[in-house]
């Protein structure tokens, strides 16, 4: 089946620096891509869907400053926290749909990346 | 729009208990419907799918029915071990679009 990385899977920084996660489809290419943000015990709140080769749509809500995206290649999506503060503090899932399975929007999920804001 | 209501838990049963776990949905049109199971610290695996009324998904003892008549896509195990432990979430996507619509998820615990 299809595989995704993320990485890294935990982070801790400080107030105020920037943090990269990535996401990779390892065995297929994604023109698109899913960045979710995960609170306890709650269920995955979409935050952008990113599209290879051209910008990030984001839900309504996200900051697009804080939370870059950047989907450089069919098999890579990038999310950065910019000036990252506690309550950014979450466990982030990336997803990617294999645009060889027609007609069924199944998407593959990642690992998750925890990311706790000192 | 659409959405995805699930049963709230944590479900604890013992080892080798019946499992449902309720997923109603409301959409229009004729989504595809999925059940993913989260373990803890872990992201997201998909348990199972289907894809028109009347499917039926299965995978690793678990089974769902895609219902058209009562919108519903419950998820039942017959006898549940303490490795399926996890939370389960309960989703939807129209094809064609990209995104899916998930439900809260319902947390299970088996113990032995």
Not at chain 1, 92 to 114: H, K, W
Not at chain 2, 32 to 44: A, C, K
Not at chain 2, 59 to 71: D, L, S
Request: aromatic content about 12%.
């Amino acid at each position: 089946g299809a595989v995704v990385s993320q990485h890294p899977s935990w982070v801790i920084c400080k107030s105020g620096t920037s943090v990269k996660i990535e996401c990779r489809s390892l065995d297929f290419q994604a023109t698109t891509m899913f960045w979710y943000r995960q609170f306890p015990k709650q269920s995955l709140m979409l935050m952008a869907t990113s599209n290879e080769g051209s910008k990030a749509t984001y839900e309504q809500g996200v900051e697009k400053d804080k939370f870059l995206i950047n989907h450089a290649s069919l098999t890579l999506s990038t999310l950065t926290v910019t000036s990252a503060h506690p309550e950014d503090s979450s466990f982030y899932i990336c997803s990617a749909r294999d645009p060889g399975l027609a007609g069924v929007n199944e998407q593959f999920f990642g690992p998750g990346t925890r990311l706790t804001v000192l | 729009g659409d959405s995805v209501t699930q049963m709230e838990g944590p479900v604890t049963l013992s080892e080798e208990a019946f499992l449902t776990i309720n997923c109603t949905y409301t959409a229009t049109g004729y989504p595809s419907l999925f059940w993913y199971v989260q373990y803890p610290g872990e992201g997201l695996q998909l348990l199972l799918k289907a894809t028109k009324a009347d499917d039926k998904g299965s995978n690793k003892g678990f089974e769902a029915t895609y219902r058209k008549e009562t919108t519903s896509f419950h998820l039942e195990k017959g006898s549940v071990q303490v490795s399926d432990s996890a939370v389960y979430f309960c989703a939807l996507s129209h094809s064609g679009y990209s995104t899916l619509t998930f439900g809260k998820g319902t947390m299970l615990l088996v113990s032995p």
